[in-house]
């Protein structure tokens, strides 16, 4: 392998770890807005895919694999549509009188 090939691999690998380190932390950030707005928010992993649900978003269904990560934009999006939302009031105390 030739050393702008070697160059080429590592940069490739810095970009796709860097790839992983985004979707993780954006889970993250769309599981925290959907608990404050009180929506809901799903992440599973079914055959080796992550899968993401996030009701009322435009792209409501994402999955990512560790070669396609290509649902990243919508899911930039749904946690920028998550963040937009209001706070999920806290429900007013009933008197039992």
């Known amino acids: 392998m030739t050393e702008q090939a070697q160059k080429n691999k590592d ?3 810095r970009i796709q770890t860097a790839q992983d380190e985004l979707v993780d932390n ?3 950030q ?4 959907a608990k ?3 929506l809901s928010a799903n992440v599973w992993m079914d055959g080796g895919e ?3 649900t996030i009701r ?3 792209q409501q269904y994402m999955i990512f694999t560790d070669e396609d990560k290509s649902d990243i934009g919508a899911l930039v ?3 920028e549509w998550l963040l937009s939302q209001p706070p999920k009031e806290d429900e007013p105390e009933k ?3």
Do not use: E, P, S
């Open 56 to 58: 009322g978003a435009r």
């Open 26 to 28: 954006l889970i993250v």
């Open 50 to 52: 992550l899968r993401i």
């Open 11 to 13: 940069q490739l690998g």
């Open 95 to 97: 008197d039992d009188d």
């Open 36 to 38: 404050t707005a009180g």
């Open 77 to 79: 999006d749904a946690v």
């Open 30 to 33: 769309a599981l925290h807005a």
